[in-house]
């Protein structure tokens, strides 16, 4: 199993985000998740496109996935996928055609992704899953960095992992160093960390140190 870890700029030191990304990078983050908030369908605001190209200009490796929580959403997929991500991920309930999307991001050359929240039943993966480079489980309701984890969320992973073996599993919101591990068994193989990184004093001791729990798990698995 291939783990990956995607630190989310949303906690972030705003001021200076350049020298943040370039941090958690070299700190041996896999993906930067950039979280994208329209204040229609989450309750708060985030970056445009622009904020994607600028650092997509200035740090043309890293890989960044967009994580889109806005409606209409297939503008900003186009926006997106131009200014250089990598991988898109969109929330089911916040386009009328969720194929007609999905199709859209792999047309336009990206990955896609399907997000569910917290209440969201798995049955919407049906028929979308060969369309999906990955899944995103909302372990929070979106809209905010820094919330505590829906334990009960937990149970929805590895039903998910046993319908879809193949597709990498991430998971998002309130992820930290303490519940990555139990997270991995679950079935989960990608892990979004916002405030357990930025929030953190040492970015790769804190990356390090999932990681070392997530190898405690492959090694139990083996
Ligand atoms: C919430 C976002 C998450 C959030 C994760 O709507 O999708 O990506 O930034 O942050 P933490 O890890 O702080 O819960
Ligand atoms: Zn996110």
Not at 127 to 139: G, Q, R, S, Y
Not at 192 to 203: H, L, Q, T
Request: hydrophobic share 45%.
């Amino acid at each position: 199993m291939t783990y990956h870890i995607l630190p989310s700029i949303l906690s972030a030191d705003l001021t200076c985000l350049g020298a943040e990304v370039e941090a958690v990078m070299n700190a041996g983050a896999d993906f930067i998740h950039f979280d994208v908030m329209d204040n229609h369908y989450v309750p708060n605001l985030t970056f445009g496109p622009a904020f994607c190209e600028a650092l997509r200009k200035r740090f043309p490796s890293y890989p960044i996935d967009v994580h889109l929580m806005v409606e209409p959403v297939d503008a900003m997929i186009e926006a997106f996928a131009k200014a250089g991500a990598k991988r898109i991920s969109i929330h089911p309930d916040a386009t009328i055609h969720v194929d007609r999307s999905l199709k859209l991001i792999k047309d336009l050359g990206c990955e896609a992704g399907l997000v569910l929240n917290p209440a969201t039943p798995v049955e919407v993966l049906t028929w979308c899953a060969h369309k999906l480079d990955f899944i995103l489980v909302m372990t929070v309701n979106p809209g905010f960095g820094g919330q505590k984890m829906i334990p009960e969320i937990i149970d929805k992973i590895p039903q998910i992992r046993a319908l879809y073996p193949h597709i990498d599993l991430c998971v998002d919101g309130g992820v930290t160093i303490d519940n990555i591990a139990a997270l991995a068994r679950a079935g989960a193989n990608q892990f979004v960390a916002g405030a357990a990184v930025f929030n953190s004093s040492n970015y790769k001791e804190t990356i390090d140190s999932m990681r070392k729990q997530l190898g405690s798990v492959a090694h139990s698995q083996d």
